[in-house]
């Protein structure tokens, strides 16, 4: 990749809304995304990431440049991760899944996707649906017929609460 | 995951409709989110809305907890996803497992849904059940468990037989953890141990007794060993490690002259806590134990407990010299005599923190003998000392360290809540007028936060 002298060792990435930033390749290859267009020649001039807006690749930035510096220690970068992650709404959190989706981070796909789990295993239908997006598209007839057929797993819950 | 050209469109109406964003993510997205709930709660998501009614069946995680037999097999039926990344059983709640043991089937039912896992190519597989104190320790796992191809994580929580006779064949195994699970004889964890020819990740908790644990491997980089935690351990009467690569050691047992370790020449860190058991042999336990500390002389950070371990005798420790050269971090809980020979063999120590065990028969802290040693010369940065209770040796051993530490930093001595605030003042007068040797040193002095006493035994 960076074998060839003169190849620059920091990319330039913009966001959706046309955010430019530094970064240094050695944290950005991070995104197999990224990765794949340093070894394939694209990242000579702008990277352009079309699915990721300033917001979010600032974050996403902080979190490349933050566990790229931590040595080989498994649970340092958990700890790092969690962290990074404590402060994080759940509009921010959908965010950086959708990034870490299109840029193809796997370490931060994993931890993003676990926190939103967490979150969403302590709410009802009606929090993690308006949060989603999810139009409730079943006839009531429907509904029923669905939570009939699991009802084991609506045992104790109340599914009314807007919490 | 490609994204389609609808995705693109929303993104770009995105800052005017925030909410909608999760929504357009691909199917593949939302069922690795659901791999991370437990099995009962991604198939509830189902009744959000048509497009969720299904996704749970693609999910490749199968985590149940305290699930009934029903219900685990309603799932097993009902996906769709071909293989299984993750499978945990786990039963933990008494309610919940008086509802399982209707039946004598029980253990064919485990085995059925192992088979299942394994023949799904499972990686990540875990068994846990709180009922250890029952007969269902004692069930049967299947033996295709033992010659699982895919298998990179198993662990084993109170429950199943390791099994003597049986070929064992993991060849992707890192990591094993087997927490109270029983053998059926003690060559069963030998031979367990020999099927694993990449295993990293080692951790055995030992209920009931053995006789002869043999914990041998060439691969494993961190190894744990807790034979002492709380409530339920089991003993080794003979104890054998031999694990070359082991880069981190975590031990907590009785000790006794028959605990043997081969070389550990890439150990970096250590964790020791040592017990006592009635009947020793004095001065045979003093030796065998140095002998033991010898092999950990690669170390880089040591955090050594003996504190309910019975002392050393005196003749076998002077006559210890084994330098530990790599040593930076050290955490002593054990009587003062130890200090003084640490200080003398660890030219290298950068970060010191002693409590001191009193014993009433060995107080008296005798300085290391001749010159300063090399650590305090050049090394010591920073000595915490969280148990000083202002008795008239531990005066020494401050004067003492203070005095000759030349590059120390800071010192940190913490005293117990229960000390009168005349007793405060009398022990900080004191140290105030100790000459010190590092000009740059600062000492922190207060009372010890509860917790620093409150040591979970």
């Not at chain 2, 691969?219 to 031999?242: E, H, M």
């Not at chain 2, 000390?419 to 140290?431: A, G, P, R, T, V």
């Amino acid at each position: 990749m960076a074998a060839e002298t003169g190849t620059p060792t920091t990319l330039t990435l913009k966001s959706n809304d046309d955010e430019l930033f530094s970064v240094a390749e050695s944290a950005a290859i991070l995104s197999v995304t990224i990765r794949n267009m340093v070894e394939d020649g694209c990242a000579g001039g702008v990277i352009p990431l079309d699915n990721v807006d300033g917001k979010t690749l600032a974050s996403v930035i902080t979190y490349m440049n933050g566990i790229s510096a931590i040595p080989a220690d498994e649970e340092k970068k958990k700890s790092y991760r969690d962290k990074f992650l404590s402060d994080k709404d759940f509009e921010t959190l959908a965010d950086m899944v959708l990034a870490a989706n299109y840029l193809n981070m796997s370490c931060l796909m994993d931890a993003v996707s676990a926190k939103i789990a967490q979150v969403m295993e302590k709410k009802s239908v009606g929090w993690v649906r308006r949060k989603f997006g999810i139009e409730n598209d079943y006839t009531p007839e429907e509904e029923a017929a669905v939570k009939e057929e699991h009802k084991w797993t609506f045992e104790g819950v109340e599914t009314d609460d807007d919490n | 995951m490609a994204i389609t050209e609808r995705d693109r469109r929303s993104r770009q109406k995105q800052n005017t409709v925030p909410i909608d964003r999760l929504s357009d993510l691909p199917d593949s997205v939302l069922t690795h989110i659901l791999s991370f709930l437990p099995t009962k709660f991604s198939v509830r998501t189902s009744i959000l809305g048509q497009r969720w009614r299904f996704l749970w069946a693609y999910v490749p995680n199968l985590i149940f907890r305290n699930d009934s037999q029903k219900s685990i097999n309603r799932v097993l039926l009902l996906r769709k996803m071909q293989k299984v990344n993750t499978f945990c059983l786990s039963d933990d709640d008494d309610r919940y497992r008086y509802i399982n043991r209707e039946n004598g089937a029980q253990c064919k039912k485990y085995q059925i849904w192992i088979t299942f896992a394994v023949e799904r190519n499972v990686q990540i597989l875990h068994l846990c059940y709180s009922s250890w104190r029952d007969e269902d320790v004692l069930l049967g796992l299947p033996g295709c468990l033992f010659t699982c191809k895919t298998l990179v994580h198993l662990k084993l929580e109170s429950c199943g037989v390791i099994p003597v006779r049986v070929a064992v064949c993991f060849p992707r195994l890192k990591k094993l953890h087997l927490l109270y699970v029983q053998y059926e004889a003690d060559d069963a964890l030998p031979n367990l141990l020999s099927g694993c020819p990449v295993l990293e990740d080692l951790l055995i908790c030992l209920y009931p007794d053995m006789v002869y644990c043999n914990v041998s491997s060439t691969t494993v980089k961190s190894l744990v060993l807790d034979f002492i935690s709380v409530g339920c351990g089991g003993r080794a009467d003979r104890l054998d490690i031999n694990t070359p690569s082991v880069e981190y050691l975590q031990m907590s047992d009785y000790f006794t002259e028959h605990i043997k370790c081969g070389v550990l020449t890439s150990l970096t860190q250590a964790y020791i806590n040592f017990d006592s058991q009635p009947d020793y042999h004095h001065h045979l336990h003093s030796r065998s134990l140095l002998d033991f500390f010898d092999t950990l002389c690669n170390v880089e950070r040591l955090n050594l407990d003996f504190s309910y371990c019975p002392e050393i005798i005196n003749s076998v420790l002077s006559a210890w010299t084994t330098s530990f050269r790599n040593l930076t971090e050290l955490e002593l809980r054990c009587d003062c005599r130890l200090l003084s020979k640490f200080l003398e063999n660890a030219d290298n120590l950068e970060i010191l923190c002693f409590t001191e065990e009193p014993r009433e028969e060995i107080k008296s802290w005798k300085e290391p003998p001749q010159q300063v040693p090399a650590c305090l010369l050049s090394r010591l940065r920073i000595v915490k000392l969280p148990n000083i209770r202002g008795e008239k040796h531990e005066f020494k051993i401050i004067k003492y360290l203070l005095r000759n530490a030349q590059v120390l930093e800071r010192m940190e001595i913490s005293y117990p809540r229960s000390l009168s605030s005349n007793e405060e003042n009398n022990m900080l007068k004191k140290i105030s007028l100790f000459q010190r040797g590092s000009r740059a040193c600062k000492v922190a002095f207060g009372a010890a936060s509860p917790l620093v006493f409150c040591k979970v035994r």
